[in-house]
């Protein structure tokens, strides 16, 4: 298993909120400097803006600093897959990560099936895998009736079991359920704090390796039924924006990718 970054591990320093946000460049050069192998341009809009030349410098910026690359996106509509996939080819990327639902399309698995059977076998001509990422919108049960129903090696899931607790489902369970058919990880930590007064909780992101994230039961699971299939490792982090404003919170999203990537060096 390769590991890397995602956008999301930038999310406060590339927001709007960063008084000079990161470009894509610096996140590549950033993750390089922390050891990570692969980044995942995942959810990152400017992307979609960018023309042919644009993509090819950063298939370069990247290659030159030996990084894989992948994509992620949300949504299931043919044409938006399609486009993706002209993406991948222009990066060089063979993993897509996506999800069912997008702000005004939230298909039932009837429709989802219909439109992957028409999308997924371009991305297996291409040599491409899409992954559907597991997240509380949609029942893990659902999402996996989902890529059974296609039966596509190119269609898989996308492992993040901290996102589906808040549809009550157990991480534990998640992976279990969705082991055999993962085509990628997103490993991010978390736990719940009581709130003041102890009336509920916060539900939110914390270092790895100190949350409910059995992260070697999880790879432990993948390896098992994977075997020896390439699934990646990509840190993403729920941190909460610091009170201490930005230099803060920029300042510790920076020691939680790094302290994930060197845990994740050391368990190799």
Not at 6 to 18: G, P
Not at 91 to 116: F, G, K, Q
Not at 143 to 172: F, M, W, Y
Request: charged share 25%.
């Amino acid at each position: 298993m390769a590991h890397g970054i995602s956008t999301y591990a930038y999310f406060w320093r590339i927001s709007a909120r960063a008084p000079r946000p990161m470009t894509l460049t610096a996140m590549l050069e950033d993750t390089a400097a922390l050891g990570g192998r692969v980044f995942q341009i995942c959810d990152y809009a400017p992307v979609e803006s960018y023309d042919r030349a644009q993509l090819a410098d950063v298939r370069a910026t990247a290659h030159g600093l030996g990084l894989t690359l992948e994509l992620g996106t949300r949504g299931v509509r043919t044409a938006h897959l399609r486009k993706y996939l002209d993406m991948a080819a222009e990066l060089d990327v063979t993993l897509v990560r996506s999800m069912l639902h997008t702000a005004d399309h939230r298909p039932d698995v009837t429709e989802a099936v219909t439109l992957l059977e028409e999308s997924v076998p371009r991305y297996a001509d291409a040599g491409v895998t899409l992954g559907l990422e597991t997240y509380e919108q949609v029942a893990t049960d659902d999402l996996l009736t989902v890529v059974r129903d296609v039966g596509s090696e190119h269609l898989g899931i996308v492992l993040d079991p901290g996102n589906s607790v808040a549809r009550l489902e157990r991480p534990v369970d998640v992976v279990a359920a969705a082991a055999p058919y993962t085509v990628n990880i997103h490993v991010k930590d978390f736990a719940f704090t009581r709130r003041d007064g102890w009336v509920g909780f916060t539900y939110a992101g914390c270092p790895l390796g100190e949350g409910l994230l059995d992260h070697g039961g999880m790879i432990a699971a993948v390896r098992e039924a994977r075997g020896d299939r390439a699934v990646n490792q990509i840190v993403e982090h729920w941190l909460p924006w610091q009170d201490d404003g930005f230099d803060a919170t920029a300042r510790l999203e920076h020691q939680w990718t790094r302290h994930s990537i060197n845990t994740l060096l050391r368990s190799e």
